[in-house]
T-cell receptor, first 111, second 112 residues
Framework: GQQLNQSPQSMFIQEGEDVSMNCTSS?????WLWYKQDPGEGPVLLIA?????ELTSNGRLTAQFGITRKDSFLNISASIPSDVGIYFC???????????FGQGTRLTINP | DAGVIQSPRHEVTEMGQEVTLRCKPI?????LFWYRQTMMRGLELLIY????????DSGMPEDRFSAKMPNASFSTLKIQPSEPRDSAVYFC??????????FGQGTRLTVV
């Protein structure tokens, strides 16, 4: 079945550093989404991307829909302690009835 | 907007017992999803409903699992009988468009 390869699996950074993570697929998606999950909570939608090449920002977060439609990137600038959590990418193919999720990137920030 | 509401937040039960998880989707959303999350397998889609009708239950692991959506504002996921390997966090999510799913806080199930 469809799979999304998300990398890195984990990141350990210092507060204030920028963060980059990405998601790749062997097949095309029409929509890419990025979710964040805090400990003990459900995933929360951060950014949704609908067009190839689209670059969208949400505060310090910026995400891009890859031009090939097979990848997406999420960047976090000037990380702060509350950015800690697990970030998931998800893809949706037009006409499909469900999302495909990546394995997640666990972000840890050292103060 | 109260978001997706799940209950209970935590459930501890003995092997063999019946477990029922509950979900109230966001009002106006016509799609509802049940996911299971474990360290080993990540987020797995169990079943989803569209307009209260089950569309795809291929992710339901066994006949011990069943889900219902009697109306637009309520869904249940039942496990009978429960087994220790069912221990996981179960999420309910709802959406208007499939791509933008909103998740509940989850139910952490422990079967001992």
């Amino acid at each position: 079945g469809q799979q999304l390869n998300q990398s890195p699996q984990s990141m350990f950074i210092q507060e204030g550093e920028d963060v980059s993570m990405n998601c790749t697929s062997s097949s095309i998606f029409n929509t890419w989404l990025w979710y964040k999950q805090d400990p003990g909570e459900g995933p929360v939608l951060l950014i949704a991307l609908y067009k190839a090449g689209e670059l969208t920002s949400n505060g310090r977060l910026t995400a891009q829909f890859g031009i090939t439609r097979k990848d997406s990137f999420l960047n976090i600038s000037a990380s702060i302690p509350s950015d800690v959590g697990i970030y998931f990418c998800a893809g949706h193919r037009q006409g499909a009835q469900k999302l495909v999720f990546g394995q997640g990137t666990r972000l840890t920030i050292n103060p | 907007d109260a978001g997706v509401i799940q209950s209970p937040r935590h459930e501890v039960t003995e092997m063999g017992q019946e477990v029922t998880l509950r979900c109230k989707p966001i009002s106006g959303h016509n799609s509802l999803f049940w996911y299971r999350q474990t360290m080993m397998r990540g987020l797995e889609l169990l079943i989803y409903f569209n307009n209260n009708v089950p569309i795809d239950d291929s992710g339901m692991p066994e006949d011990r699992f069943s889900a219902k959506m009697p109306n637009a504002s309520f869904s249940t996921l039942k496990i009978q009988p429960s087994e220790p390997r069912d221990s996981a966090v179960y999420f309910c999510a709802s959406s208007i468009r499939v791509a933008e799913a909103f998740f509940g806080q989850g139910t952490r199930l422990t079967v001992v």
